[in-house]
């Protein structure tokens, strides 16, 4: 814990330090990163990468087509029923060959997924079984059932950010509408308060991946919030003369009211750079798993199939 005591610290510190330089750094014309990372942060998350979460978060479940239902199907004509299913297969084998092998708890052999490009290339020849070949071999179609389990199951999304982050933003953002009043900024904090919810929505393989690389903590910033109240549970003893060991009860009000402080200052930081935590929330979970709102995938087969060396 006192690691984390010592990262808290620094962080105070150094962004008291960078913020103490801001009239130094405009005076001698000199570059501002904290203002750079701030308002970057802000043209980055919100009106970049904001609209590839909404968008991925929309398009990333399965076309599953209903019965009786025409809606999306776009069947290719010109194929007969053996070549749809043995384009079918085709796509199926070369999803299996791209999954990552493991072994269950009963010594099963079973693949899955453990990366966004694996989802995103399930996803798309999923989509192109079920939108344009739509096979009747009842195989196939089992296999097809089996594929759509384990790309819901692992590419469901879960909250994995940090509340104090998000009411520290919303304290901001009220402050400065009680201070300010309404202003465009306040539209924009929105937007990025959104954007880091967003953003902070991790798959299961993500999670799973996290886990493996920086264990089951939850995360620096509850640690650093985590040893910011732990003062609150320190107690501290003084000795008058040859008596006992009685409360200190000065000193615990002061640790408390520098912990109070700090914890305050280092809320409102969180606060302000709530959409730089969305944009590396945003690398950490969509990096490789975006979808693009302008991506044509009518080509998608003979991009993939069309040739020896596309395969």
């Known amino acids: 814990m006192k690691k984390w005591i010592?990262?808290?610290?620094?962080?105070?510190?150094?962004t008291i330090a960078a913020f103490a330089q801001e009239e130094t750094t405009k005076s001698s014309g000199g570059i501002d990163w904290v203002q750079v990372v701030f308002a970057g942060s802000y043209l980055l998350g919100v009106f970049l990468l904001l609209p590839l979460v909404v968008y991925t978060n929309l398009k990333e479940a399965l076309f599953v087509p209903k019965e009786g239902v025409q809606e999306g199907i776009e069947p290719?004509?010109?194929l007969s029923v053996d070549e749809r299913n043995e384009r079918s297969a085709e796509i199926l084998d070369k999803i299996g060959s791209r999954?990552?092998?493991?072994?269950d708890e009963n010594g099963e052999e079973l693949i899955t997924i453990t990366n966004g490009s694996q989802s995103k290339f399930m996803k798309k020849g999923l989509d192109y079984i079920n939108m344009h070949l739509m096979p009747n071999d009842q195989e196939l179609i089992s296999r097809i059932q089996e594929f759509t389990e384990v790309y819901k199951n692992r590419t469901e999304r879960v909250f994995t950010g940090s509340k104090w982050v998000i009411g520290c933003a919303i304290g901001v953002g009220v402050l400065i509408l009680l201070t300010a009043g309404f202003t465009s900024f306040i539209i924009i904090h929105t937007l990025g308060v959104v954007f880091y919810l967003l953003s902070s929505r991790t798959t299961m393989y993500g999670i799973e991946k996290r886990m493996k690389y920086f264990g089951s903590g939850s995360g620096m910033i509850a640690g650093i919030m985590s040893a910011l109240f732990i003062g609150n549970g320190v107690k501290y003893y003084k000795k008058h003369g040859g008596g006992s060991w009685q409360r200190d009860w000065e000193t615990e009000g002061q640790m408390a009211l520098v912990g109070l402080l700090i914890l305050l200052f280092v809320a409102i930081i969180l606060g302000f750079f709530a959409a730089f935590l969305g944009v590396i929330n945003f690398f950490m979970n969509y990096s490789q798993s975006f979808i693009l709102p302008l991506n044509k995938g009518g080509d998608w087969y003979e991009e993939n199939f069309g040739n020896a060396e596309a395969v």
């Open 6 to 14: 010592i990262l808290s610290l620094l962080f105070v510190f150094v």
């Open 76 to 78: 290719i004509e010109g």
């Open 99 to 103: 999954l990552t092998p493991y072994t």
